[in-house]
């Protein structure tokens, strides 16, 4: 679904003073459906809480006033924490459901096309458009190949990571012959023991974060730079692409 709107305007010619009419043409093309839309915002919050509560679990508050029976902040962050992780997992099997019926645009975060040589030449464009060395971007309705390497190997292989990782040591908790324990309890002799396990989640937290502040940069960047949305297009659904020319 693709619309274009053009609109006049008169703009000031620096060059001999008088003006110019300048055509502002926006090309409308209908990108992430809304069941796509909703579970990266679910998991937007999700994962936020997992990385917050997460944080405190690995390195608690170093003390509570009164006495310790009075005090219950460290079961509220677990039980943040747990909850979120159910959100973030369950919201991910929609997603990957979402990939099958969903449009073309909901396939491209789980398959990069890594064995086309074209893809790799437009990956390496985008990586100098980024470093500012090339000057001019060029425009995709979905992801861009460099975004869909970066967003299967820092998000879907790091959440797939997170979420075996953190059942493998919720599973701890629930016993022995629990359901995470029959799924995931194979995961804690793999890594040696639950320490090497926490420790790994805990490395994982920060290759989320990293992933965060990478994805939150790039989306800004794009809006300004290269003339089409990024962020608002996880809003409508619409992905706008900008052109000015003199007419």
Not at 96 to 101: E, L
Not at 163 to 175: K, N, Q
Request: include cysteine; charged fraction near 20%.
């Amino acid at each position: 679904m693709t619309s274009t709107v053009e609109k006049k305007e008169l703009v000031d010619n620096h060059r001999d003073g008088t003006k110019k009419e300048l055509v502002r043409k926006q090309t409308a093309v209908y990108v992430y459906e809304a069941p796509l839309r909703l579970w990266h915002w679910v998991t937007v919050l999700s994962v936020l809480t997992l990385c917050v509560t997460g944080y405190f679990i690995g390195v608690p508050l170093p003390t509570q006033p009164g006495e310790a029976s009075e005090n219950f902040l460290m079961g509220y962050i677990r039980f943040a924490h747990f909850t979120a992780g159910y959100v973030v997992t369950i919201a991910f099997i929609g997603r990957i459901y979402w990939a099958i019926v969903g449009n073309s645009h909901a396939r491209e975060l789980f398959y990069p096309k890594v064995f086309r040589k074209a893809w790799w030449k437009e990956v390496w464009h985008e990586i100098r458009w980024y470093s500012f060395i090339e000057k001019t971007p060029k425009k995709y309705v979905g992801h861009n190949p460099l975004a869909q390497l970066g967003m299967f190997v820092l998000f879907v292989l790091g959440i797939i990571f997170m979420i075996v990782t953190g059942f493998a040591l919720y599973s701890e908790g629930l016993g022995q012959g629990s359901w995470a324990d029959v799924m995931f309890g194979w995961v804690i002799p793999l890594f040696g023991q639950s320490q090497d396990v926490h420790t790994w989640h805990r490395v994982g937290m920060w290759w989320i974060i990293t992933f965060i502040m990478i994805h939150v940069y790039v989306a800004i960047r794009e809006d300004i730079m290269s003339r089409q949305s990024l962020i608002s297009t996880m809003i409508s659904g619409w992905r706008m692409f900008k052109d000015d020319k003199p007419d």
